[in-house]
C-alpha cells in the first residue's frame, strides 16, 4: 500500500533467493572456521606474521591475475552453472586441507598452494555470483538481497570464528577444514534445487579482448563507478588488511590466545551484523551516496583505534564498529554498481570489482606484512588507516556526484 515500509525481507519472496540464502548461510559457517583455522595453522607452522600475510596474499593472487577476463568469461556463459562448479571444487580443496591437518603431515607450502587454488576458484566464482543475484530478485529487490547476504555473512562470522576457536583449543585445526567441507553440501543442493529460465547464450560478434575493452570504457569512463572502483581498492590495499594480522594481536598484542582470536574476528561480526540487518530494514529510505560519504572515514577511524587499543575489551568495540562502516562501505559501493551498470555490461563491471575487492588483497596482505614485520603490527594497521582516512576524505571531495546517489 501507498507509504508503506518496504519489507526487510523483500527479497525472500523469491524462491530461487531463499534456497541461495539457506544454503549460502550454512556454508558461510564453514568458511568462516577454515578462514580462521588457516591463519591459526601457518602462525603454528612458521611462527611468522608475514608467512600469515603471504598466505593469504597466495589466496587472493589468482583473483588479481583472472577475475578481469573472468568478468567477461561470466557475460558469456551460464552463471548458475558457474557457481555450482566452483562451490564443488571448493568442497574438494577444503576436504584435502582437512585430511592433511588431521594426518598431522602438512607443511607451510601445502597450505599456501591450497589457498592459492581456492583464490583461483574465486575469481570465476565471485563476479559470477554477484552478477547472478539480480537473476534471482530483479533490481528492485537486489539492495535488500545484499542487505541480507551481508547479514548472513556476518551472522556467521560471528558463530564461525566463535566455534573454531573453541574447536582448536579442544580437538585441533583439522576440523575447521573438514566442517568447511561438509557445509558446502548446502549450498551445493540449494543450486541444484532451483528452477530457473533456460540459459540463453550472449550472442556477440566481438572477440573476448574487445568485449573486455568495452567493459573497462564503460566502467572507467563513468565517473562515479570509476571513483567506487577506486576507493574499493584503496581499502583492499590499506584498510581491509588489518584481518590478516589478527593472530598476530591475539597471541602477541593483546596475548588472549586462540579463543580470544575467535572472539576479535566474532566482534567484526557482530557490528557487521547489526549494520547488515540496519540496511536492510532502512536502506530502501537511505541516500546510498550519504552512507558512502560517511562510511569510510569511520572504518578508518576504526581500525586505527583497533591498532592503538591494548585493552581486550575495547579493541573488541573497535573492531565492531569497524563491522558497522565495513558493511555499510561494501553493501552500498556492490549495489550502486549494479543499478548503474547495464544488464549487459554486469559480469564484467562487477569483474573490475572483484579485481579491486579481492583481488589487491595480495598486494594488501603483502605491504601490512612487510610493515609488520619492521614496525610491528599495530603500526603497521596505524598507518593503513590513516592512509584510508585521507583518501575517503579526498576522493569524494573530487567526485562529489557520488553523495548525491540515491
Known sequence: MPGASPSPFASLRHRNYRLFFTGQTISLIGSWMQNL??????????????????VSALGSLPVLLFSLPAGVYVDRTNKHRVVMVAQSLLLVLALVLGILAARHDVAPWQVGLIAT?????????????QSFMVDL????????????NSSAFNATRVLGPAVAGLLISAV????????NAASYVAVIVALARMKLAPHAPAESTTNGWDRFKEGARFALGDRRIRALIIMTAILSVFGFPYVVLMPVFARDVLHVGARGFGLLTASIG????VSALGLAVLGPRMRKGKIILWSGPAFALAVGGFALSRSFPLAMLALALSGVAMVLENAVTNTLLQTLTPDALRGRVMGFWTFVFVGFTPLGSLQVGLMAGWFGAPAAVAVGAAVCFVSAVVMWRIVPEVARLR
Not at 583455522?37 to 603471504?54: E, P
Not at 587454488?117 to 555470483?129: H, T
Open 37 to 54: 583455522g588457516q591463519g591459526w595453522l601457518v602462525l603454528q607452522l612458521t611462527n611468522s606474521a608475514f608467512a600469515v600475510a603471504l
Open 117 to 129: 587454488l581456492v583464490g583461483l576458484v574465486f575469481a570465476f566464482e565471485v563476479p559470477a555470483r
Open 137 to 148: 530478485v530483479g533490481k528492485d529487490d537486489l539492495m535488500n538481497a545484499i542487505a541480507l
Open 172 to 179: 585441533g585445526v583439522a576440523v575447521c577444514f573438514l566442517l
Open 270 to 273: 557482530v557490528g557487521a551484523l
